[in-house]
């Protein structure tokens, strides 16, 4: 069983910054489709950032392009959200999600498929980022 434990949230004053960890452990696992949500007070989950490719292909909803990075290094199994220029409406829990191993090509398209199913993926428990004006 992989389990996924995220850290590095907290309080920070809007234009800061923060970098979410995302750490893998269990069986030897390899993803090539992982990312991050957030789920701010009293509204709906929704998707950050998606890993794919391996690492190589990165996509970000509108709201945080330019001003978020994914990454991933497989030696430490860790994958990273680097948050910076942070607002007040990034205040969130935010979780990462991993899809289960698959067969065939994952596209963004598939990837967002397979994120989005608690059957296809595995998923951490949270942490929380406020953000302060």
């Known amino acids: 069983q992989v389990q996924l434990v995220e850290s590095g949230g907290g309080s920070v004053q809007a234009g800061g910054s923060l970098r979410l960890s995302c750490a893998f452990s269990g069986n030897t696992y390899s993803s090539n489709c992982m990312g991050w949500f957030r789920q701010p007070p009293g509204k709906e989950r929704e998707g950050v950032a998606i890993?794919?490719?391996?690492?190589?292909?990165?996509y970000y909803a509108d709201s945080v392009k330019g001003r978020f990075t994914i990454s991933r290094d497989s030696a430490k199994n860790t994958m990273y959200l680097q948050m910076n220029i942070l607002k007040p409406e990034d205040t969130a829990m935010y979780y990462c999600?991993?899809?289960?191993?698959?067969?065939?090509?994952?596209?963004?398209?598939?990837?967002?498929?397979?994120?989005?199913?608690?059957?296809?993926?595995?998923w951490g428990q949270g942490t929380q980022v406020t953000v302060s004006s």
């Open positions: 999600a991993a899809a289960k191993p698959t067969i065939g090509f994952v596209t963004d398209t598939r990837c967002r498929s397979l994120l989005a199913e608690p059957a296809t993926r595995y």
């Open positions: 890993l794919t490719a391996g690492g190589g292909r990165a």
